[in-house]
């Protein structure tokens, strides 16, 4: 299929390496955490990572499958693999070249679901573009497409100088494949709304919890850990391996949205356990499941919409600029107010 815009004129090329990032600068001792990048904490996003060996790759009969079955535009193919699925980072954060991170707008921004996606993409030194403008940008620059269906906002694909001669896409927690432009067309992600294009450089603000109220928040969890009746703990284990079932499935693991991830009969059964299961919903966080942060918020707000630890000494809510992050540095916050509370 040849695309009207960015058609492709040569084989699929592998990316360029990129540098790694610097190693952790030294803890805020202000704001319970340290900065993972920079001296000021302030980063500039990341651009695509060095690739694997073996990749691009074709893609396997399972996963023509699956792609084929919830994209029927798709020529699978033609599309090849460029990295393996991982809930590490999504389809967009992948658009800006950021593998470290779980985003997603409105969860990050509040308020109307495309007026997030403006603000992240601006923060992140994006301009809106037309399609007639997007049809005129060579592939030296950095051109995101961005989807909608009829209830918002779900995907973003990404074209440029380290994406090969083809459109690219992070699917959800799905594999990240090479497609035509238009070919993920379909009821999960809808269509194409509009283009941005790189034309500065973003900053994202990377935090992570400092080794000492790391080691903190091991041993409080052992022992809250102990505390949890052994009945309760069977179940919660049960009904949390139906939720990895349902969350593997290829419709939700291709979403974006964290939303999407917290349904099916396992979540419910998870939930219904209630404020016993609290220190299990925390193991499974701090072991790097940070969609079980609403887990948790749900078991302890107060109040609809607040995003807080309940205990004797409630942590406040968080600021705006707070939420503005990653779904892990939102875990990681999570697990920092309950580590100072009295829960």
């Known amino acids: 299929m040849i695309d009207p815009i960015r058609s492709p004129q040569f084989p699929l090329l592998n990316a360029p390496a990129r540098p790694q990032a610097p190693a952790p600068a030294p803890a805020n001792p202000t704001d319970g955490f340290s900065p993972s990048q920079g001296q000021s904490g302030v980063t500039k ?7 694997d060996n073996g990749y691009p ?25 460029t990295h393996e699925a ?41 301009t809106p573009v037309s399609s007639e403008e997007a049809g005129a940008i060579g592939k030296d620059k950095e051109l995101v497409a961005y989807w909608e269906d009829p209830n918002g906002p779900t995907h973003g694909s990404v074209s440029g100088p380290s994406h090969g001669e083809r459109w690219e896409s992070k699917c959800g927690q799905a594999a990240q494949i090479t497609h ?52 309760v703990a069977r179940s919660f284990q049960e009904a949390y391996g139906e939720w990895q079932a349902e969350r ?18 396992g979540y419910e059964k998870m939930m219904a356990l209630g404020k016993d299961a609290l220190p299990l919903w925390m193991e499974k966080m701090r072991a790097g499941d940070f969609f079980c942060q609403y887990g948790v918020q749900q078991l302890t707000r107060p109040e609809e919409d607040a995003f807080q630890i309940k205990g004797p000494n409630p942590q406040p809510e968080l600021k705006p600029k707070e939420v503005r992050c990653s779904e892990q540095d939102k875990a990681n916050q999570v697990m920092v107010q309950w580590l100072e509370s009295q829960w």
């Open 57 to 81: 790759r074709p893609m396997t009969e399972a996963e023509k499958n699956d792609f084929k079955s919830w994209f029927p535009a798709l020529d699978v193919e033609t599309s090849q693999v």
């Open 86 to 126: 991982t809930p590490q980072y999504n389809c967009i954060s992948w658009t800006t070249g950021n593998t470290k991170s779980w985003d997603w707008p409105p969860s990050m921004y509040g308020g109307d679901p495309k007026e997030a996606f403006v603000q992240y993409y601006t923060d992140r030194g994006f």
């Open 45 to 51: 996003v990341q651009q695509q990572p060095p690739q």
């Open 248 to 265: 593997s499935s290829p419709k939700m693991a291709m979403s974006s949205n964290p939303a999407d991830y917290l349904k099916g009969e």
């Open 180 to 231: 035509g432009r238009d070919e993920l067309e379909s009821d999960v992600y809808g269509k194409i709304a509009g283009y941005w294009l790189k034309t500065g450089e973003g900053t994202k603000i990377v935090r992570e919890i400092p080794l000492e109220a790391q080691q903190r928040i091991d041993t409080k969890l052992a022992m809250r850990v102990l505390t949890v009746n052994p009945k």
